[in-house]
């Protein structure tokens, strides 16, 4: 037995060390070095689901009905691989419109409805008292118990007590104090608790060792090993019992049931959504807790059966209540600092739950029942309130002492004639009503307010006939005959029975009717309701959160005028003037304006101090105090549809916007670049045509200016003009054909040629020119050569272009010309070497590029169109062949031409 | 995004799996009060398929986490 003070002393302590865990991570928040952004903690702050129910309750559970006490953590573990689906849109939705708690998720989806989330509250509420009277008992059990082993204290009837010497009271007070301190000192609701969620971390692993350890002491001290203990049950028929689910077909529903129902609780219920929602710093957490929550859930409930066979082995038949065995056990043995351990651990459990259930439940009172009442009374006149951020405040600490102070309540009289497990159910079916409205929601656009609020209200109605109002009569408040036989004699409205449904437990039964009456409701209700202009947006913008970019404003919204005074002043009202003035200089310097300037606010402003304010006193009454100072415009839903989808499809024609630019520029410079060649050709060419025809109309000019001249000076003259005017013949043939060639339209006539006579016919055309420069020029033809396939008159351009070019780097008299042809493996390789100047490597490359001439050094500007090498590999090209050009400066130069002799492969 | 709906329903297989195999009908067939390695068999099949849950959980959460 321990004394009073002793555990009095411990469990101070060990609240103190959670307190201080609490301020020493908000000051590392404010300061931002954030301790709680690691997945671990969101994790095991996510754990504040295994209260003193999981503690005590479990091995409970587990006596009565076996494998049982399993469904509501396989509940949670399925939900886990929905997690990435259902809780990132959660998650992804919650923090772009600033959602604070689940009446305002609900709330806000359903056109920021005042009314909805007041219902939404007000259920929370009635639901959540039965689970923290729950933890009330288990702590008042488990201290009376440690603090007067071996008597039977713990069979006094708590009822009977004055509440002074009700230790429960004591607790109560001590756990709403815990509460008030922890989590409500700044008026805004979704800055991060970040000391809570540290506090609860550490509390949760504080459960996980202290279960352990009565585990390991239960397993390995008492017995030898899990092998031990389960075949000394297996010995004992009414353990053997306990192996198995019961067999009738009732008991495989409630498996279900309960699974279904723990599936929806770990999301619903409000300190599940304080945690996984409000309290994430970082969606990718949500990954990790995915996989290490149910290990946690696992890891907790590994022990509990052992720890049941060896309570039952210890205490069967002794009327001792199965919700003790964790704390009995090391009683009797007289380890006493284990027993302390576990009261420590259930201590954590209880409180943990109880601090944050009340928190999110003060919050969900105060924004969305106490504000909206006080924004509608007149009477009140809130104007007279200048600073209603501390009055909030104490707003919330009102409601956290009134909720605590209920379940103690709702405890003395009822929770003593129940075990913790039934009264936990009964939380979590509340909780369950909201799945309707929140996670059709979430999904399905067609949910209207009017639906919602008829499932909810609904719902509830059947929640509080089949499983509240049923423990009023074990408490003696209603007549036995109303369960027995229906109210007014009605067998068909008999709360256990409704309808006649008979072979399901209360549980399941009071979850099977609720829930498909609410979403029967919602859904009926639903599609035969309209929809206002701001749920249509507010839908929309739930349902299809992902395709929103991260920072979409939904600033469109607001159409109408307001006084960037009256906004100021309202801000000032809610957050003080010192936070006001710091949160409208920020905006300011985000959009570089001049906040001093404008009298009446633009619609951004207007959105931007509303979500401001919903931070204070959630997106309802936000809405509603924003309302009352701007004047509204009212305009038809086709504008904010308009405006919604606009702003989806100015992101989704974005991504087409920038592919298209970037194909325009790419275009935009080859057009530059063809511009550019255009010219080079037309400055070229022009001049190459003025030469000629410059020298032929001054011929012209002397002949008929001097009629006189001999006539061998007029043949002369006439010759040279001649000369002129085939040249020029010649140029524009060049150009005319280089033309046809690139646009494909060239009129190519193909038939069999010797290619040997082509070179005999070019060399003769070009006697002239190396006859004059007095060169040298050599032909070595095969004897036989195959006939090939081609157009006689290019091939002879070829031909004559590339003696001509050879001509032209001949030094003059010294200059020698070979043409040779070789046939080699299907191919005709005709050469065309010289001895002259030679092109250099750089030019190598360029020579076959159209427009492009090389003028060898010192021979002055280069003549020609710059076209004919061009034309030339073309040609070659279109008959299968190749150009190729070797040469070094001062070393001669070789053209070669392969052509094949293939007559398939030929011609294209 | 694509990949994210791959894992969208790799995820949401895992949940009908998880479903099916710790609901009856599948679950009855492990009501049994016999023993398996010194366990009770119900209990080792609900363990083991929980840890088995965890562990696809954590493979599947993975892929997600290298492709964002």
Redo the contacts between chains.
Sequence with gaps: MLSTEIILFVSLCYLGALFAIAYYGDKRADAGRSIISSPYVYTLSLAVYCTAWTFYGSVGRAVRSGPEFLAIYIGPTLMATLGWVVMRKILRISRIHRIASIADFIASRYGKSVALGGVVAVIAVLGVVPYISLQLKAISISFLLLSHYPEGAVAVRFGSLSFFKDTAFYVAVLLAVFAVLFGTRKPEVTERHEGLVAAIALESVVKLVAFMAIGLFVTYELHDGMADLFSHADHRPDLRDLFTLEMSAGASVDWTAHVLLSMLAIVLLPRQFQMAVVENVDEAHLKKAMWLFPLYLLAINVFVLPVAFAGMIQFGGQGVDADTFVLRLPLVYGWNTLALLVFVGGMSAATGMVIVETIALSTMISNNLVMPMLLHIPTLRLGRHSDLGAWLVAVRHAVILMTVLLGYIYFRQTAEYYPLVAIGLVSFAAAAQFAPALLGGIFWKGGTKAGALSGLIAGFLVWLYTLVLPTMTDAGLLPLEFIREGPFGLHWLRPFHLFGLTGLDTISHGVFWSLLINTGAYIGVSLFSEQSVLEKTQATMFVDVFHFSQKVENSAIWRGTARVQDLTSLLERFLGKARAQEALDAYAQKRHMDRNQPLTADPGFVTHVEKLLTEVIGSASARVMVASVVTEESFGIEAVMDIVDETRQVIVYSHELEKATADLKAANERLQELDRLKDEFISTVTHELRTPLTAIQSIAEILRDYPDTGKKEQGEFLEIMINEIQRLARLINQVLDFQKIEAGQMAWQVTALDLGRVIRHAVTATRQLFVEKNLQLTVALPEQVPQISGDWDQLMQVMVNLISNAVKFCDPHAGRIHIAMVHQDNILAVSVKDNGVGISEEAQALIFQPFTQISPAGRGRPQGSGLGLAIAKRIVAFHGGAISVQSAPEQGTVFTVTLPVDRTGGIQ | MALDSL??KR??A??LL??ML???PL??LF?????VW??????GY??GV??L???L??L??NS??SSS
Excluded at chain 2, 31 to 35: I, K, R, V
Excluded at chain 2, 38 to 43: A, E, S, W
């Design positions: 894992c969208n995820l949401i895992l949940f998880g479903y710790l609901n009856n679950l009855s009501n049994q009060p016999s023993m010194g366990i009770p068999m119900f209990f609900v363990f929980w840890l849950l965890i562990i959980i954590r599947a959460v997600v986490a």
